[in-house]
């Protein structure tokens, strides 16, 4: 008798397997090498990184299987050479990701753009200012956010007096000063520690943008943690940095740099640092700006703030219950505003005495996990903050509660900061996943993610400085980015 076999039943080395919440479909499972994963396209609101998300929360996950979207069907994780896996489910991840990441790369070069909203185009918006439609505040918002979305990115040159010093270390942090006309720069070294620069932003409107970095080999063998521009004889005159305990058991320490030390002029008589004590374990730093506190900086440690005055050495400590890791002062007020690891944002005035208990705090806010950077706005009536959780929160100090909410950030441990531009209404902020996202303050709309130009990676986090004059009074507007060895002007069109 002639055995008869249906089409796909029989055959050796295959079994089937019908995954839950499919409606009963059946999924092969094969026992074959499994094949890397097809990536999926950018999903409708733009974050390439959401993609995948969605597809994980509608497709079950089994032990011991990972799914390809791209051929529908499920694949076996099989052991390698003894017992060694080189496909993991990170690992899957993270090719998915960086197939994302070139995907995007690619479209942006090739000027694939999307408008950031429907209908938003220059000609009708400059209809309805003639018209007096809009107002010059809203026009000139609408317009930035155009020209956001059509950004293109350019490498800068980096010139440096010492030819072998440009170009050769990673970045770590820029920081830009208030005018914008340069960018303090941490970098870190081949065998440990960091070193510091001040990069000229003045040669970025050239048809070839140039800058100049001025680097005076000050090394560190520790880590830096925090650092902001300090005003003492006049505005953004020194740099304040928090470095952490580093290699050979040596202390952490707050130093008081002159951002005179980095002049490429008078280089055989340069000032040293002004102020610098030991500390434990320091995670933020602010200098305040109102008058009434004048030459005053402050610095959050372990369970504990310290506020202290470079020029009489008056010192105040104030005890917190938990590591405090974003500060900002007030310049209306000398008051301090401080996010916490256990998601408490709380403010001080720093005039008082420090009493026992919490009597001193005067505005309590919450996050459900810990605060990794708090901003002001202008008028100090709101305050922006985000979260380990990704979540990114709009308050209001008048009334405590949360008023908007900036969704598409991503963050799981890192402190990862919020640059917030309210004269463009733009608020611009890079996840741990290495991209990029410019939001609409006004509305919270995601309005461009950028990819990063490199692989992503823990130690390739790109750090970002976005301003309408790069450069100065005169200069250009667009995103500088600074990630691994290279410098990246996003300008506009």
Partial sequence: ?????????????????????????????????????????????GDPSSSSLTQNSVVPELPGFYYDSDKNRYFRLLPGHNNYNPLTKESIQYKAMECKRLKLLEEEEKQKKKTTRAGLNSSMLLQKRQLGLLSSTSYCRLVHELKVNCMHRRKIEIHSPDSSVAGTNNFKIIVADVACEQ??????????????????????????PTVEMYDNLYFTNRKVNSMCWASLTHPDSHVFKLCLMGIAETPGCASLLPASLFSSSNSGDRPGMLCSFKISTAWSCAWCLNPQMSACFSTGLTRRVLVANVVTGRQQSFRTSSDVLAQQFATQAPVLYNGCRSGEIFSIDVRQRNRKGQSWKAIQLFHDSAVTSIRLLKAEHYLMAADMAGKIKLWDLRTAKCVKQYKGHHNEYAILPLHVNEEEGLLTAVGQDCYTRIWSLQDAHLLRTIPSPHPSSKDAIPSVVFSSRLGGHRGVPGLLMAVKQDLYHFSYD
């Fill in 1 to 45: 008798m002639k055995r008869c076999y249906r089409r796909g039943k029989g055959k050796r080395g295959r079994r089937t397997a019908t995954a839950p919440n499919h409606n009963t479909r059946t999924v092969r499972l094969e026992r074959e090498e499994p094949q890397t994963p097809v990536h999926a396209g950018p999903s409708s609101s």
């Fill in 183 to 208: 960018i303090f720069t941490v970098n870190d070294v081949e065998h440990g520690g960091c070193k510091y620069g001040i990069i000229n932003l003045s040669g970025l409107g050239k048809e070839s």
